[in-house]
């Protein structure tokens, strides 16, 4: 399977506990990006990558969650401390870089369930 | 105001018929235009790409008004199979950074 790859599928844990995110992008994508999406809701952008490099990052990004692409090829998405206001569906997602439209391609998200 | 606001229905449709989503932008610097599909639980799914002379892939017909800013995605002849929800995604580069979701519209189709 050469799509998007996140892992794990779900992830249950205590308030308070940290928790980290795996994503691997399409192998020729260059972009990456994590969403957040809440039930009833779109996605909500999070950050971005281009390579190794983080590009943008959204407010909604606190400074409990970090995401890192050291090497320009899988990311991961840390957050310390969970709140029950994280529990949601964190998706990933690649496209290739270049001029007109680059759609994203999604993984299948990881459930993340605060207790 | 959201930045892409759709209808979130539910349209509930017999098999066969027509049916249209609307969804609207507030960003005139807004460049890029994109239908997803996503069933219940699982994640989006390019549907069609919307370019400014409107496109069509087989029973899916997708609009673009620049000067009203809004987009449109047509349904002919719907199926079961249709049933989802459609997320309406805006970027504002052509070469994309972050892409802005609609909250979607929900679709039922029904024998």
């Known amino acids: 399977d050469t799509g998007v790859s996140q892992d794990p599928r779900h992830k249950i844990t205590k308030r308070g506990q940290n928790v980290t995110f795996r994503c691997d992008p399409i192998s020729e994508h260059n972009r990456l990006y994590w969403y957040r999406q809440t039930l009833g809701q779109g996605p909500e952008f999070l950050t971005y990558?281009?390579?190794?490099?983080?590009?943008?990052k959204s407010r909604l990004l606190s400074d409990r969650f970090s995401a890192e692409r050291p090497k320009g090829s899988f990311s991961t998405l840390e957050i310390q401390r969970t709140e029950q206001g994280d529990s949601a569906m964190y998706l990933c997602?690649?496209?290739?870089?270049?001029?007109?439209?680059?759609?994203?391609?999604f993984g299948d998200g990881t459930r993340l369930s605060i207790l | 105001r959201k930045e892409v606001e759709q209808d979130p229905g539910p349209f509930n449709v017999p098999e066969g018929a027509t049916v249209a989503f609307n969804c609207t932008y507030s960003n005139s610097a807004s460049q890029s235009f994109f239908w997803y599909r996503q069933d219940c639980r699982k994640e989006p799914k390019l549907l069609m790409s919307v370019y400014s002379s409107g496109n069509e892939d087989g029973r899916f017909t997708a609009q673009l008004n620049r000067a009203s800013q809004y987009i449109s995605l047509l349904i002919r002849d719907s199926k079961l199979s249709d049933s989802a929800t459609y997320l309406c995604?805006?970027?504002?580069?052509?070469?994309?950074?972050?892409?802005?979701f609609g909250d979607g519209t929900t679709l039922t189709v029904k024998p």
């Open positions: 997602a690649s496209s290739p870089a270049g001029a007109g439209n680059q759609p994203q391609h």
């Open positions: 990558f281009q390579n190794e490099a983080q590009l943008e």
């Open positions: 995604v805006v970027n504002i580069a052509t070469n994309a950074g972050k892409s802005t």
